[in-house]
């Protein structure tokens, strides 16, 4: 089962150097097709292992690409611009693209899952960031300190089945969008 609340950053039988392996074939095969301007990330307390970066330059597609490999079911998800929240992030990869790192996931065994598909809401039984910050927003209410939300993506996803937006804030579980909470000044 990969919705584990007690394993939130990999699953309880995870073969970390067999996703080390893949993830170093992924981020071959897009420094072979576009070139060593490819940057890659490694993520530490998250259930995405890593990121493959490819810059507009590079891509010949006018958009810069990412692709990120999770440490849950070899599952890789890729999209256009910076990150998760990006305009355009999962509707406008081009489609002999999309087509293309299907099969390179196919052939590191990985399991390629389109973007929109972990942006739907999320509604397993590991807690997210999201449940977490939702809390505090009740708490601060509680206590009479005026709270507001702004929902971001987040980079580091703590759990779910695949990785991380290019922000600097860690992701919920299954593409959950955080809810940040913050005290209203009076």
Request: net charge negative.
């Amino acid at each position: 089962m990969y919705d584990d609340p007690r394993h939130l950053d990999a699953p309880r039988d995870h073969d970390a150097e067999a996703t080390v392996g893949r993830f170093t074939r992924l981020a071959e095969a897009l420094e072979g097709r576009f070139g060593p301007s490819c940057r890659t990330g490694l993520f530490q307390d998250a259930s995405v292992h890593g990121v493959v970066r490819v810059p507009t330059e590079a891509t010949g597609f006018g958009l810069a690409l990412w692709v990120e490999l999770s440490n849950f079911g070899s599952f890789v998800t890729a999209g256009a611009g910076s990150g998760w929240d990006a305009p355009g992030a999962a509707t406008d990869l081009p489609a002999e693209y999309v087509t293309w790192l299907d099969a390179v996931c196919a052939a590191a065994g990985c399991v390629f899952v389109p973007l929109d598909l972990l942006l739907e809401p999320y509604d397993g039984p590991s807690p997210t960031w999201a449940d977490e910050d939702e809390a505090l927003v009740r708490a601060l209410e509680a206590a009479g300190e005026p709270a507001r939300t702004t929902r971001t993506a987040r980079t580091a996803r703590r759990s779910g089945p695949t990785g991380t937006s290019s922000g600097s804030e860690p992701r919920g579980s299954a593409g959950q969008r955080r809810v940040r909470a913050t005290s209203v000044a009076q």
